[in-house]
């Protein structure tokens, strides 16, 4: 799980993705805000499409480990 501020078609929004163990992207999500709504609401889909992983590894972000 790793998340980061981009700039999308001139508006700052945050970039959040699932990286498997070879660094494969196997979700991504653009957000208005680093929210627990917007943690949670990216957890839940990526688990949903991908399955429920054998650990999650996040930096110290609130909204991450509200999530």
Known sequence: MD???IKVKGRWTY?????????????FM????RD???ARWFFKRAIGTNGVPD???I?????????
Do not use: H, N, P, W
Request: charged residues 35%; hydrophobic residues 45%; glycine residues 6%.
């Open 30 to 33: 653009l957000a208005e805000r």
């Open 15 to 27: 970039l959040y993705r699932a990286v498997d163990r070879d660094g494969q992207t196997l979700d």
């Open 36 to 38: 627990l709504a917007a």
């Open 59 to 67: 930096d110290k972000s609130a909204a991450d480990l509200a999530g």
């Open 3 to 5: 998340e980061t501020y």
């Open 55 to 57: 650990r999650i590894v």
